[in-house]
């Protein structure tokens, strides 16, 4: 089945997570891969493509950086604020994040960031275009970290894709082909006279789904540093 990722689509999405039930969206914590590639580093100014309902860039705030946290959804961004002024009362999180309703396919924001990150967003437009347009928000020596889907081949040749991330810009069946890659593609977009690869992994975890079965989840993590 084919996406349009518009607006419509992920309003849509996002209400019909407002449930508040296990691995609703917008209640679970942050991508694990956020702490182990952005964890070491000191904390600056940073932009959250697609941040859904929020809980990357409120990890980002309660460690010091300043966020903005772009999303096509204004009834994602609504959740995410709801949680960080549930969470941030004592950190300062709500001070150190600003949410931008944006569809990241047209809008371009007006200055550079020393991390640009983005957890299994969908735009409309295609995946790997996409990740040319935000790595282009990367200031000189700043970081780009992606995580999306991961494409997958059997033997037979059939293609196979990532479960959604429950509670993210997710799905509960196999995301379509167009939003899925391989590290190999992301990181051969990123010239490597311009970008140094820390990270270019493929990983499988596994997250409860409904009646707390296994729901294997397949990842693509990729980290660069933008040379400068």
């Known amino acids: 089945m084919t996406h349009g990722f518009d607006k419509d689509y992920w309003e ?37 493509a ?17 966020v903005t946290a772009a999303d096509i959804s204004s009834e994602a961004l609504a959740r995410a604020a709801e949680r960080a002024a549930a969470n941030g009362v004592a950190s300062g999180v709500r001070e150190r994040v600003r949410w931008v309703e944006a569809d990241l396919g047209v809008w371009s924001p007006d200055t550079r960031y020393d ?36 494409h997958t081949t059997d033997s037979g040749g059939h293609g196979h894709h990532s479960h959604g991330h429950h509670g993210h810009h997710g799905h509960g069946h196999h995301p379509p082909a167009e939003a899925s890659v391989t590290s190999a593609a992301v990181a051969a ?40």
Not at 17 to 23: A, I, W
Not at 53 to 59: R, T, V
Not at 116 to 140: C, K, N, S
Request: include cysteine; glycine fraction near 18%; charge should be negative.
């Open 12 to 48: 849509r999405h996002w209400q019909r997570g407002r449930d508040g039930g296990p691995g609703s969206m917008g209640g679970n914590p942050p991508n694990p891969y956020l702490a182990r590639e952005i964890g070491g580093l000191g904390p600056g100014t940073a932009l959250d």
């Open 50 to 66: 697609g941040c859904g309902g929020g809980a990357e860039a409120i990890w980002l705030a309660s460690h010091g950086w300043e």
């Open 115 to 150: 991390l640009v990150m983005t957890h299994y967003a969908h735009p409309a437009m295609p995946q790997l275009e996409f990740y040319d347009r935000i790595a282009g928000w990367v200031a000189p020596g700043g970081t780009l970290l992606i995580v999306g889907h991961l």
């Open 189 to 228: 977009r990123l010239d490597g006279t311009e970008w140094e690869i820390v990270t270019a992994e493929e990983h499988v975890r596994t997250l409860s789904g409904d009646g707390g079965r296994e729901v294997p989840l397949y990842d693509v993590v990729v980290r660069a540093t933008r040379r400068g």
